[in-house]
């Protein structure tokens, strides 16, 4: 993808309106079940493809952006209409529904242009942007397992209930949910980002 300096007015527009449409993506997803896949034993999200797609095709400051994004719904979800007393505990915090999301857009975009930078043939560019699907999966996975974990692995205060030992909750969700969404991004972001990038090339 050409440099955001050497964009043209039509590429200029077509940005615009995909992180638009991506960010209202999130939003939807967010504040809605659409964005969740549930089975009897877990819960797997999809929110994370839009945030790796803006990053995979503009760059970190859009990845980092969209993950913004995602962190700032899901805090205002959580404050105003929480799923669960639990989940409106825990995803108002941060450093669990912030800080991962931002660093997995910023991970995947930096991913995504160093492999640019070794050039835009067609086998590097799928490997680039599975790899960096992977990536910002991985780090907000692993970002938002470990700060559960360090915040409310000893004990949590849940209405006026204590309740413990959530360490080994957080080890199945890594177990069960994590390589899921980490699969997910990787199977479908490769041909959804190479569809953008080609619809953005063909504006030159």
Partial sequence: MASKKTLTQHQKI???????MLSALIIVLTATPVGYITTPLFAVTIIHLPVLVGAIV?????????GAVWGI??????????PTPLEG???????????????????????AGAFRRF????????????????GGAVVNSALVLSSLYLL???????GGIQIGGWGKYITAAAGLNAPIEIAA??????PVSEALRQALKRMQ
Avoid at 74 to 79: D, G, L, R, S, T
């Fill in 185 to 190: 991004a990787v199977v479908l972001l490769v």
């Fill in 73 to 82: 719904t899901c805090i205002i979800k959580a404050v105003v209409a929480p």
């Fill in 152 to 158: 409310y692995n000893t004990q949590l205060d849940l």
């Fill in 119 to 134: 050039g835009e043939k067609g086998a590097l560019r799928a490997l680039g942007a599975g790899l960096s699907a992977a």
């Fill in 58 to 66: 503009f760059g970190a400051p859009d990845g980092a952006a969209l």
């Fill in 89 to 111: 505990i825990i995803f108002r915090n941060p450093l669990v529904a912030l800080v991962p999301r931002v660093l997995a857009g910023l991970v995947a975009g930096l991913i």
């Fill in 14 to 20: 077509f940005h615009l309106t995909a992180f638009s």
